[in-house]
């Protein structure tokens, strides 16, 4: 099985955020920029986030770990594995906000979403052949690797 992930360069990142926004449109309903943050009511949550501390930055996203800890420890079998790209995925029909997988989290990539009281992480923006925050890194900080 093909597993893809998103890796970082923290020498490359220059914390413009551009990931973010782009995140927030693409699981935006409407797609589009100005509606996703002006008229989303709620407003799409980013998947990823943007740390800083002096002139490093970093782009915290999910790891879609190959021993996922937060699969282990979802109580309702929310967090799951994508069969077809290892990806680690949230059904939120099945989670029921007990934040149990963000505690579990090595990274802090997973995220409560305190509106629909679930938690979203990083999905690989699937229907997209490239994640959002991966097409839109003006300095390609975020790129895409394959690995068996």
Same mark, same amino acid.
């Not at 229907?127 to 690995?147: K, S």
């Given at each position: 099985?093909?597993?893809?992930?998103?890796?970082?360069?923290?020498?490359? +990142?220059?914390?413009?955020?551009?990931?973010?926004? %782009? +995140?927030?449109?693409? %699981?935006?309903?409407?797609?589009?920029?100005? /509606?996703?943050?002006? /008229?989303?009511?709620?407003? $799409?949550?980013?998947?990823? %986030?943007?740390?800083?501390?002096? !002139?490093?930055?970093?782009?915290?996203?999910?790891?879609?770990? @190959?021993?996922? !800890?937060?699969?282990?420890?979802?109580?309702?079998?929310?967090?799951?594995?994508?069969? %077809? *790209?290892?990806?680690?995925?949230?059904?939120?029909?099945?989670?029921?906000?007990?934040?149990? +997988?963000?505690?579990?989290? !090595?990274?802090?990539?997973?995220?409560?979403?305190?509106?629909?009281?679930?938690?979203? /992480?990083?999905?690989?923006? $699937?229907?997209?052949?490239?994640?959002? +925050?991966?097409?839109?890194? $003006? *300095? @390609?900080?975020?790129?895409?690797?394959?690995?068996?």
């Amino acid at each position: 099985m093909i597993a893809t992930r998103i890796t970082v360069s923290d020498q490359a +990142c220059i914390g413009c955020r551009l990931c973010e926004i %782009h +995140c927030v449109v693409a %699981h935006s309903r409407s797609g589009d920029i100005l /509606k996703a943050f002006k /008229k989303e009511s709620p407003r $799409p949550i980013s998947r990823v %986030h943007v740390e800083e501390k002096g !002139p490093l930055s970093l782009a915290i996203r999910c790891l879609h770990c @190959e021993d996922a !800890p937060c699969i282990a420890a979802c109580l309702t079998g929310a967090m799951h594995r994508d069969p %077809h *790209n290892s990806a680690v995925l949230s059904d939120p029909d099945r989670c029921m906000g007990c934040w149990t +997988c963000m505690m579990v989290c !090595p990274y802090g990539a997973i995220i409560r979403d305190t509106f629909q009281s679930i938690a979203i /992480k990083c999905d690989l923006c $699937p229907g997209l052949a490239v994640p959002a +925050c991966v097409a839109h890194c $003006p *300095n @390609e900080a975020l790129a895409v690797v394959e690995a068996l």
